[in-house]
């Protein structure tokens, strides 16, 4: 197999600072890690390294929820007012846990407030998400929703009489016997850490630290691949840990990974469908990616085959280190077949541009959407402050059709290339969907 030697080749090919892997294969664990953790400071990376795992944690507040559901603490199919009374959006529309779950509720989903750190911050945070704008009705499509799952972490810190990060350690870190974990600052400078890099340079991004508010949906976690592996473990044998302890039931286990929605869209690293937490893949595995600023997590779990394999980075170019190998791993250990990610078609089919021009304006970015005269579509995006801060600068992608009302980028970054899929509504589209359904300003 030779792990190590792969990774290194892959991550000196993407520019990638630092990176770690876990794989678990015919009943044994593998790993490796090569470069830095902090290119200021030279630390080497060691398969004991900590990464931000980003929106991977929102398969643990999954977990966490359905502990409750277990317990009959809640109902998937009940408002989120039945729990916490003060949830509220603009129009005062009802939205369920299940939608939550599964990213169907609706509403604004990059709302990044900082409302400090204290334990009450989740409580904050639902003040300041009163009122938040609808992007479509509940239930009528998917839309990535990261303030959908801070609200399912104030879910279970009320019921739970406790804050979220205590919720996690008692209720999956300790039953699954997770010891490489840091949730808030103070802990993970225990750890040999990863900072995230930016940038051509890659240069360490100074503020690792991001808001506690958003830890249910991915802001504080961080994690070695091989707890990742662990957690994926218990998914694979029903829901107990190694010990043998009953983290979830098999019911439950398999309710998770039964699709509740489709993803708008051509195939590719995002997942076809979605379950509840889980992203669906029809080629065979279920998982979660994530990204925080600079660092990014693949996971995939295998069922078939029982592999499991959970990849982070600090830097770079991660969708190489996809691309090069974590998905020739897969095929190497699975023997699945795994779908090609899309290309631009040598001969793009001329289609009528006029219905998917326009402006399409979300909570962190506007895009703007032309024509060209070659028959292809201009994307220009015009990050907010959010993504500024996050390294993203104004640029144009020139797309062209693929199938459907869907465009892919002539251009790859690090192998991979974009996609994005109209939603239409009266032979107009209404969406721009890149994973989120960016409504037409």
């Given at each position: 197999m030779k792990l190590t030697e792969r990774l290194a080749e892959a991550a000196r090919a993407h520019g990638v600072p630092g990176a770690a892997i876990a794989l678990y294969v015919d009943g044994e664990l593998h790993e490796a890690a090569t470069g830095v953790v902090n290119r200021d400071t030279g630390v080497e990376t060691t398969t004991d390294s900590l990464f931000q795992v980003g929106s991977t944690t929102k398969v643990w507040t999954a977990a966490l929820v359905m502990q409750l559901v277990e317990e009959g603490l809640v109902e998937l199919d009940r408002p989120v007012t039945d729990y916490l009374p003060e949830f509220a959006v603009a129009d005062g529309a009802v939205v369920t846990v299940r939608q939550l779950l599964s990213h169907t509720g609706g509403f604004d989903g990059d709302l990044f407030e900082d409302t400090g750190r204290g334990d009450d911050c989740l409580d904050q945070y639902m003040g300041y998400l009163r009122g938040a704008g609808h992007v479509h009705a509940p239930g009528a499509m998917f839309s990535y929703c990261n303030a959908g799952y801070c609200v399912l972490g104030a879910i279970v810190a009320r019921l739970r009489g406790t804050t979220w990060e205590q919720a996690v350690r008692d209720h999956l870190y300790a039953p699954l016997g997770v010891t490489h974990a840091a949730l808030l600052g103070e802990e993970a400078v225990l750890f040999r850490t990863a900072v995230g890099h930016l940038g051509p340079d890659r240069t360490v991004h100074r503020q690792w630290q991001m808001p506690r508010s958003n830890a249910p949906a991915g802001s504080t976690m961080c994690l070695t691949p091989r707890e990742l592996v662990r957690f994926g473990r218990m998914f694979l044998a029903g829901g107990l840990s190694e010990s043998g302890?009953?983290?979830?039931?098999?019911?439950?286990?398999?309710?998770?990974?039964?699709?509740?929605?489709?993803?708008?869209?051509?195939?590719?690293?995002?997942?076809?469908?979605?379950?509840?937490?889980?992203?669906?893949?029809?080629?065979?595995?279920?998982g979660h990616d994530g990204g925080t600023v600079g660092q990014s997590t693949f996971w995939r779990i295998m069922p078939e085959s029982g592999v499991v394999l959970a990849m982070s980075a600090?830097?770079?170019?991660?969708?190489?280190?996809?691309?090069?190998?974590?998905?020739?791993?897969?095929r190497e250990t699975t023997g699945l077949d795994l779908p090609d990610l899309p290309v631009p078609p040598e001969s793009p089919q001329t289609v009528d541009l006029a219905p998917y021009t326009g402006v399409y304006e979300g909570p962190t970015a506007v895009w703007e959407v032309e024509g060209t005269p070659d028959g292809g579509l201009a994307i220009t995006l015009v990050p907010g402050e959010l993504m500024q801060d996050m390294g993203a600068t104004r640029s144009t992608t020139t797309y062209v059709h693929h199938s459907g009302d869907s465009f892919v980028a002539v251009e790859a970054e690090d192998g991979v290339h974009d996609s994005v899929t109209f939603v239409m509504r009266d032979g107009v589209a209404a969406y721009l969907h890149n994973s989120r359904a960016v409504p037409r300003a």
């Open positions: 302890d009953r983290v979830l039931s098999e019911e439950t286990v398999a309710a998770m990974r039964e699709q509740q929605v489709s993803v708008p869209g051509v195939s590719g690293l995002l997942g076809s469908g979605w379950g509840l937490g889980f992203e669906l893949f029809d080629w065979g595995a279920y600090n830097g770079g170019g991660f969708a190489g280190l996809i691309t090069d190998l974590a998905l020739p791993l897969i």
